[in-house]
């Protein structure tokens, strides 16, 4: 069957689904959209789904929700419901849980494909997302044209494997990100301008992700509306500690970094952006102060 003749499922609207299943409407592929918090109005090729259960028929299934638990529990389901086709989950799951949930599922004839994704909003926007996909080889030749709507797909392993990608990438971003913010920080204290500071890093041996991209948008601004939640980026860092732990490779800044996240999540406003993480080392009253 071809892409265009299969029913393709989406579960999981919000700032990345929405946006990624946009890019799949302008393919006029079979599309059939659905998420349990709200009613979003979308490209008139994208029927609307009232409840999952609208779903079942689907050959395809992607899901980009929170966590591979609702993933989970999603899939489960609409097994009870009698799907029996191809499961992607774009989402940031953890490793494991997805070798289980291929385990669960495979008495139904479902095969479960990890494709998750980075590069944000503005990426997902432009279909240039970098997409890490775990599965056999065989399922891959089979969903690399469909996957590809989203941007660059790199196949770079067996199932779990593009999971353990994300998290891993997230890891050394989240990284980049709070050394970086440190840095930005100090200069300031020694009289050096946040602008200066930029500039000399991103011509230097310092510069990263963080510092080319997010700094002068949202970081030295304090506008802090990059579209990825530091509830999110903490997810990802404690997977990418887990897994780390696990194939004992652990070092202090593995075991240290999920824990001072989760306390700035403490500390900081319920769903801030992950670029907000500067208020916890750099609060805006203590900066007044300075100046």
Do not use: W
């Amino acid at each position: 069957m071809k892409l265009n003749e299969k029913y393709i499922g989406f579960v999981g609207l919000g700032s990345m689904g929405s946006v990624m299943v946009s890019r799949l409407s302008k393919k006029k592929l079979n599309l059939i959209a659905y998420d349990i918090n709200k009613a979003i109005e979308l490209d008139r090729n994208i029927t609307c789904a009232k409840n999952l259960r609208e779903l079942v028929n689907c050959n395809i299934l992607i899901l980009i929700l929170p966590n591979g638990s609702i993933v989970k529990e999603t899939v489960l389901q609409l097994v009870e419901y009698g799907f029996k086709g191809q499961v992607i989950d774009m989402s940031s799951s953890h490793p494991q849980q997805t070798i289980k949930l291929q385990e669960l599922v495979k008495q139904n004839c479902i095969s479960v494909i990890d494709a998750p994704v980075s590069g944000g909003v503005k990426k997902a926007i432009n279909g240039t997302l970098m997409v890490m996909v775990g599965c056999s080889q065989e399922n891959f030749k089979a969903i690399k044209i469909l996957l590809e709507c989203f941007g660059t797909v790199r196949h770079v392993g067996p199932l779990g494997a593009g999971h353990a990608m994300k998290a891993l990438n997230n890891y050394v971003s989240a990284s980049g990100l709070l050394a970086s913010m440190q840095a930005l920080a100090t200069a300031e204290a020694y009289g050096i301008k946040a602008n200066d500071f930029i500039e000399v890093i991103n011509s230097s041996t310092g510069k990263n992700n963080s510092t080319q991209v997010k700094f002068l948008p949202f970081v030295i601004p304090r506008k802090y509306d990059s579209g990825f939640s530091l509830s999110l980026m903490t997810k990802d860092v404690e997977i990418a500690s887990s897994i780390i732990k696990a194939a004992n490779f652990s070092t202090p800044l593995s075991n240290v970094l999920p824990e001072y996240l989760t306390e700035a999540l403490k500390n900081l406003k319920e769903g801030v952006d992950h670029t907000a993480l500067y208020e916890e080392i750099n609060p805006r009253s203590v900066t007044e102060t300075q100046t």
